[in-house]
């Protein structure tokens, strides 16, 4: 048997389809460890904050919560559903003092906005509404 003849030998490709498939098992083992460590659950319930600056007031009434967020120049406020599921009319309000109010209407299943709106020192207001109930704010945050 030599190399010019043309013939091969016989289990050569064994170690390799081996190995090969060693490297896919490893692969898939990595891949399931990281997903189980990082998964998509975290184990909490709330929604990720999509305003900036650090939370300032929650409000909450029978069908849903209105959070308010507040950096240096700008106050954010959004509305989440007390319990999320199919989309529903929900409307999420925030006007400065002395401005023009900033409004986020529409159906969704789990959070209406942010609303993002100037407020460098000024005072402001927000309401909130999930299926037909409403809350909604005196001038804070001054």
């Known amino acids: 048997m030599s190399a010019g003849t043309g013939e091969r030998r016989r289990g050569t490709h064994a170690p390799a389809a081996a190995r090969r498939t060693l490297a896919y098992g490893l692969v898939l083992a990595l891949a399931v460890g990281l997903l189980t460590l990082v998964g998509p659950g975290t184990g ?42 199919a989309p529903r009319p929900m409307k999420v309000t925030l006007q400065p003092r002395g401005g023009r109010a900033a409004v986020v ?7 209406a906005g942010p609303v993002t709106v100037h407020a460098l020192n000024r005072c402001v207001r927000a309401s909130a509404t999930v299926s037909g109930r409403s809350t909604a704010t005196g001038w804070i945050l001054c």
């Open 105 to 111: 209407s529409g159906r969704w299943g789990r959070q």
């Open 44 to 85: 909490t319930a709330d929604a990720i904050s999509v305003c900036q600056g650090r939370p300032t007031r929650t409000v909450s009434f029978a069908t849903g919560e209105l959070r308010l967020y507040r950096t240096r120049h700008y106050a954010c406020a959004l509305v989440l559903a007390k319990r999320p599921g």
